[in-house]
């Protein structure tokens, strides 16, 4: 389990990996965020014991990361960090569905092993889409866009608040753990009852806060509405880079592309 | 708003739980002067600060900005003129860049675009953060924070700049700067602090508080020079005044 404090060193490094500068990084957040949606729809929609068909996706999260000069081993270690969940989801369906499937090797497969392999990848191929898709356009350009793109303006300011705060709250978390560490000396005071105290003061800090940050806000003549000035513009580039993709997706989710190669190859040597 | 001036007269204010922060606070600041508001903790400073700009509404007496008073109606007009520095640079920094939020006052002033990026840059400028410009505001030491929050500020032009202890938490070089800068505005200023050697060098005029009230409303150098008093309002002679601690050299007691 990774600390708070790894965890937020994290955040920042992803976040400072969308303030680079490449092609990937300068396509309009919205073409970002739309090309990633109809990804995550073409990989959703597989039947459950698909696995084969479901691997040239992997080409869309792969290619953007190296065009974007984003560190694989950061992304590669981001992904196991959150596997546990989809191997908790998992993990019982080869015990619960024991229908043999197929056969490799002599040696039967279930259903449930079928479907399993098909969940951890349906969930990697998922979040590594995510994870490029923050590291190339970062956190308040995929709030802008969706605001852009019909989200309402109030849930837009929520969220880029949130994500300004989480530093402060998380640094004030950490300031408030390591407090209590030095003075229970890993014994007592480290119960359930003391930290829900630390919550409920914590809760009241962050309330104090919020009323001054209010404070600053109206005190500059805020009116309900968060202008952002950052012009955005969609341009030919962009359109193609959601075309061009959305129609890879399609393709890859109507045909099953390893099989047709591999068709095609057995054809070519018979 | 030509006249750039403060006038407080008689203010009482009680929170709701009873304690009474301000009993009968009285002052004129002129256009142009700058003033610093010191006193021991919980003399009413903050309080104070928070009425200059109609975060709290007077129980009893009145706050008048430029010839406004303040009341509901007129806030806008006076959030307008009033610049207000808070304490904690990170209450101020709400917005995921500096860019963003030092645009943040001039686009709700409803100017254009051009206006917007021309009043940004040059308070950046002012302050010497314009390098800056692009980054997050987690991503600022504490000095630059102050920095820019100063600059949010001037990017609405204020006539009145109002501060809650600018150089808390600052590293010597840092607040060195931050006097200079300070120094350098000719804003009218209020500053609320404890750093009396602030007060010394940046405000010609000092208020002292305490409980609430007034204790003594004069020129800084001669407050200071007041061991009586700076002794009653639980206050020191400022560092500079002290004379030297290892040659003894300077000192008055």
């Known amino acids: 389990m990774p600390s708070l404090e790894e965890g937020l060193y994290d955040l920042g490094r992803l976040d400072q990996l ?31 014991y698909e696995v084969l068909s479901m691997l040239p996706f992997a080409i869309y999260p792969l290619f953007l990361a190296a065009d974007a000069d984003l560190p694989f081993g950061f992304l590669g270690r981001k992904l196991l960090a959150v596997a546990p969940f989809a191997v908790v989801i998992g993990m019982f369906n080869p015990l619960l569905d024991r229908d043999i499937v197929a056969q490799i090797a002599g040696i039967g497969i279930s259903g449930g092993w079928v479907s399993f392999i098909s969940i951890l990848l349906r969930f990697a191929l998922t979040t590594m889409a995510a994870l490029v898709l923050i590291a190339t356009t970062s956190f308040t350009g995929i709030c802008m866009a969706l605001e852009k793109l019909g989200m309402p303006d109030v849930l837009a300011t929520q969220l880029l608040l949130l994500y300004r705060y989480i530093f402060v709250l998380g640094e004030e978390t950490m300031r408030m753990a390591r407090a209590r560490a030095l003075r229970s000396f890993g014994e007592r005071g480290m119960g359930w009852r003391i930290y829900s105290q630390m919550l409920g003061s914590l809760l009241l800090r962050t309330y104090a806060r919020a009323e001054r940050i209010y404070q600053a806000m109206l005190s500059r003549g805020f009116d309900g509405t968060i202008r952002v000035l950052r012009a955005l513009d969609f341009r030919l580039k962009d359109a193609l880079f959601v075309s061009g993709w959305s129609a890879v997706f399609i393709l890859m989710r109507v045909y099953n592309v390893p099989l047709l190669l591999g068709d095609l190859v057995t054809g070519l040597i018979s | 708003m030509s006249h750039h001036t403060i006038d407080v007269s008689d203010l009482r204010f009680e929170y709701p739980d009873g304690t009474r922060a301000l009993d009968g606070v009285s002052f004129n600041i002129t256009h142009g002067e700058s003033v610093a508001l010191v006193g021991p903790n919980g003399a009413g400073k903050s309080t104070l600060l928070m009425h200059l700009n109609g975060f709290l509404t007077p129980r009893e007496g009145s706050v008048d900005i430029g010839g406004v008073v303040v009341t509901k109606s007129t806030l806008k007009t006076v959030r307008r003129s009033v610049g207000m520095v808070f304490q904690d640079p990170d209450d101020q920094l709400f917005m995921p860049s500096v860019y963003e939020d030092v645009a943040f006052g001039p686009m709700n002033l409803g100017l254009s675009e051009t206006e917007v990026e021309a009043r940004v840059t040059s308070a950046l400028e002012r302050v010497g953060a314009l390098q800056l410009r692009e980054r997050p505001p987690y991503r600022l030491s504490g000095g630059e924070k102050r920095a820019v929050a100063i600059a949010t500020v001037l990017a609405m032009t204020p006539s009145v700049l109002v501060m809650d202890e600018p150089s808390s938490n600052l590293d010597p070089r840092a607040r060195r700067r931050l006097i200079e800068l300070l120094a350098s505005f000719e804003h009218t200023k209020i500053i609320a602090t404890h750093d009396l050697d602030l007060a010394l060098e940046v405000c010609d005029r000092t208020i002292v508080m305490s409980d609430g009230t007034v204790a003594a409303d004069g020129p800084t150098v001669q407050i200071f020079e007041n061991a009586e008093l700076l002794d009653a309002c639980g206050l020191e002679k400022p560092l500079s005044l002290q004379g030297c601690p290892v040659c003894g050299s300077g000192r008055i007691r």
């Open chain 1, 18 to 48: 969308a303030y680079a500068d490449t092609p990937v990084h300068a396509i309009d957040p919205r073409a970002k965020v739309l090309t990633t949606i109809v990804f995550l729809v073409c990989v959703v929609s597989f039947s459950k």
